[in-house]
């Protein structure tokens, strides 16, 4: 079985705007590779002019903000760098059965890279001149409206990038009906490596065009 991997458009981002880009990736991918029955409902963004559809599944949205909390805590930690996270499909097979251990190997068909680029906020310095702290707001609400703009552009690239590879790459997928493929969100760890990742994780993703078990 082949593995999949799609690398998702780098996303330019704040610290705030954090958990409405990953819940809105994230809910996109499930709510596209989901083949059991659901109520999808629609979700507006906090921050960002954007509609996305989640599963309605009350345990998969409380698993995907639980990794959110874990990434915005590294990102607090690790400000102004590149990440990613990472969202596996797999399917689970017994490996050498015995009478009193049986262990499971995971086969991975399908890996998405979230790639994000969490900047800090433009600091301005002050001043005692009213007409320049009028002049420096006005300038950072134009920069903001912007800046989020060009985002929202992104992120509907990036939706309609997720769009586009889910519908043109199934015959990987395997034959599970009516349930949520088994899966895992992979963050950066705490650990020092070039996106944040441990070295467990790095070796997963350099093995990510086969089939591989923890």
Not at 103 to 114: A, H, L, P, S, V
Not at 148 to 166: C, D, G, H, K, Y
Not at 179 to 186: A, D, T
Not at 197 to 213: A, C, E, F, M, T
């Amino acid at each position: 079985m082949n593995c999949e991997t799609c690398q998702l458009k780098e996303l330019v981002l704040e610290p705030t705007e954090i958990r409405d880009v990953l819940r809105c990736i994230l809910h996109t991918i499930f709510f596209h590779r989901t083949l059991s029955l659901v109520r999808p409902k629609d979700v507006d963004c906090d921050f960002l002019e954007i509609t996305y559809v989640q599963c309605g599944l009350p345990e998969l949205e409380k698993e995907v903000d639980e990794k959110i909390d874990q990434f915005i805590a590294w990102v607090e930690k690790h400000p102004n760098r590149r990440s990613q996270v990472c969202l596996s499909f797999f399917d689970e097979k017994s490996k050498n059965p015995g009478w009193f251990v049986n262990k499971t190997e995971r086969i991975y068909w399908e890996q998405w890279f979230i790639n994000l680029h969490v900047m800090s906020p433009k600091r301005y310095s002050k001043s005692n001149s009213s007409k320049r702290l009028t002049d420096i707001g006005g300038n950072a609400l134009e920069e903001t409206s912007s800046r989020r703009a060009a985002l929202e552009s992104s992120i509907n690239e990036v939706l309609f990038q997720i769009i586009n590879f889910a519908n043109e790459k199934k015959d990987h997928i395997p034959a599970i009906p009516d349930r949520i493929f088994n899966h895992e969100i992979m963050i950066p760890s705490f650990s020092d490596s070039v996106f944040g990742w441990n070295k467990d994780v790095i070796r997963r993703v350099l093995n990510s065009g086969h089939p591989y078990s923890l």
